[in-house]
């Protein structure tokens, strides 16, 4: 299996919307295919309506948030919660993405609560990790990423709801997608980790990747040994980049 995650990050409008889920679905009712698995992140605001729009339609394309709270309910204002995903017909969410850690100063053991409660609502969380420029140019990729991942990861989460996206920082909206080696080689690492910490079982667990994915290197990258999938921002707002990237899971 394949997964194409569009993230929307802050953007799209009710029209947007509407008019991406529609064509997206329609796009995947008619050459979708069982091995590549179609998921949308848009802003909390747009999730019920994009809801109710795929569950009328029953599409295969699944629907996700772009965090959670590690809490159920409670006084945190501004703040959405894994049941409250749950309850709204979310199958999917994103944690500890780059932007989460720098702009609301997420840790890996917040993460990691957060990992624990999504799945506890029965959501897949699909859990970020990746390293800054100077952190590879300091050859230091591998050792953040396992430090990311032990931290993410304590207490062990269920192999079987869990998605780990790497995203270098550096490749994040930037235009730079990382090359085929340097995915391959940090893929290589992450299988690795999940298997020393969930034994044979993290052999299974998807690893995609994400970092200015677009039409151009899709085919490539998706190609690449050890990539499940791709998490993709920019180019999945554009129907016709989106769809030409899961066109290239063929
Ligand atoms: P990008 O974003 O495709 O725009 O680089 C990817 C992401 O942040 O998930």
Redesign the pocket.
Known sequence: MKYIIG?WKMNGSRDLAWKLTLDLHQYVAAEGRGDAKMVLCPPFAYLPLMQDFLSRHQSAIGLGAQDCHAQSSGAFTGNISAPMLADIGCGYVILG?S?RRQYHAESDAQIALKVKAAQGSGLTAVLCIGETMAERQGAQTNAVLSQQLNGCLSPLPDAAKLIVAY?PVW???TGLNANADDIESAHHHIRQELIRHFGPGGGKISVVY????KPSNAKATLATPGVDGV?????SLQFADFRDIYAACA
């Open positions: 993230n993405h932007e995203e490749a994040i909206g994400g970092g200015s994915v998490l993709v921002g920019g180019a």
